[in-house]
Every structure is written in C-alpha cells, then in structure tokens.
C-alpha cells in the first residue's frame, strides 16, 4: 500500500539554525513527491515538489528538500530558520495506484514545526 | 484571480442536520478534491473529479455525496451531520497535466 510517515510529531529549533523536517514514503514506481506548509486557520500552501532530475529541490521561502531514492526519504531543509516558518509542515506523495494519473495526494500526519527566538 | 474559494468559513451544525459546503475555483482546472484533516492524521481525501460530470469516491467518503456540474464549482454535500464529521475541510483543484495541487482556506465544521 502507498503510504507517508512523518516520525517527527513536532520539531522545535533556534531561530537560525538548520531545520530538517523528516518524510520516507512507500509507493510503487517513481514517486511525485511534494511538501506543503499549513498556517494557523489558513489552507496549504505548495513549497516545493520532486517529479524527476536533481535530487536536492529548491522551493519557496529558502527551503529544500532532498530525495534519496534509496532510503525513500524526501527531507525538507532550511539553512538557517526563522521565527516565521513555525507552521504545520506536510509530505505528500501522488496516488499513482489505478491506471490514470488523477492527481490524488497521499499525506503524512504532519510536523509541527517550532521556531525559537 | 482568486484561486480556490471555499464557504462558509465556519459552521456548527446539531447532529442529523444536512449542509453543503461549497468550492468554486476560477483557473479553469479539471480536477478538483475535497479533503478532511483531522489533528494528527493529515489530511484524507473524500471525493475527487476529474471533470465536469465525472466524480469518485475517496478514501473515505462514507456520509458525503458530490456533484459536479460545472468546470468551476464542486459542493459537498453532508446529508445527516454525525459527530464524527466534525473536522476541517479543504477543497482543492489541480489543472490537468500538471502536479502541484491548489487549495482554498478550508472550512471548519462542528457537528454538537
């Protein structure tokens, strides 16, 4: 079965330091990765996406994220992080079961992220 | 161009009453899906359609129905409101041929 995980209920971190939010998947075939972020009381907002090439993927707001295809890992990262990116961080992957591309996602649970002055 | 446009915001709803929470979205996108989040699960995906006329059920889409009669708007439809629907709504649209999903500011639904 396809599946997200993100292990990490919350993650708290120093207002600039390094931040890695963690996300492994399980699909079949070659996945279309994506992280999206959730402020409070508002939708989802797209970061960044993994669909094929360079492993490491620049998106919005100075964040990364890293596709390793042999630990099915997709770790979100910024170098330096801000009181601002605290937010509700999510790791999707496209529904590829069925025989048609339907843009379905697949969640993970979420990662609280905390940044501390 | 506003994107995609879900209403109302908020509503509490009394158990057995029926609703519609409407989506509409402006950027002439075929596909479209409803999602429930609920704390510490993510966000799961109820129906979904891949255009006008044309709708599946979800992952869980037990107590909901849709319909889809234009390009723009996708209304879910909660026909006898049960505690456990209680959640925060998010519809979504996502153009055809290409990956990153749009979503409206949900709408978060108490059901007492």
């Known amino acids: 079965a396809q599946s997200v995980a993100q292990p990490e209920d919350q993650v708290n971190v120093a207002e600039g330091n390094p931040l890695t939010v963690k996300c492994t998947y399980s699909?079949?075939?070659?996945?279309?990765l994506f992280w999206y972020v959730q402020y409070p009381n508002r939708g989802l907002q797209f970061l960044l996406k993994y669909i094929t090439g360079d492993n490491l993927v620049k998106g919005s707001y100075g964040f990364e994220a890293e596709f390793n295809k042999s630990q099915t890992s997709f770790h979100l990262k910024k170098p330096s992080a801000l009181v601002s990116d605290s937010a509700l961080y999510f790791c999707?992957?496209?529904?590829?079961?069925?025989?048609?591309?339907?843009?379905?996602?697949?969640f993970g649970q979420g990662t609280t992220l905390q940044v501390k002055p | 161009n506003a994107g995609v446009t879900q209403t109302p915001k908020f509503r509490i709803l009394k158990i057995g009453q029926s609703m519609t929470l409407q989506c509409t979205q402006d950027m002439n996108h075929n596909y479209m899906y409803w999602y429930r989040q609920d704390p510490g699960m993510g966000l799961k995906l109820i129906y979904y359609s891949v255009g006008a006329g044309i709708t599946d059920k979800g992952e869980v889409p037990n107590g909901y129905n849709v319909s889809r009669s234009t390009t723009e708007d996708f209304p879910l439809r909660l026909e006898l409101a049960a505690p456990s629907q209680t959640s925060v709504y998010f519809c979504a649209s996502n153009p055809l041929g290409t990956v990153e999903a749009f979503f409206g500011q949900g709408t978060r639904l108490t059901v007492v």
């Open positions: 699909v079949s075939g070659n996945p279309y």
């Open positions: 999707a992957v496209r529904d590829m079961a069925g025989s048609s591309n339907t843009g379905k996602l697949i």
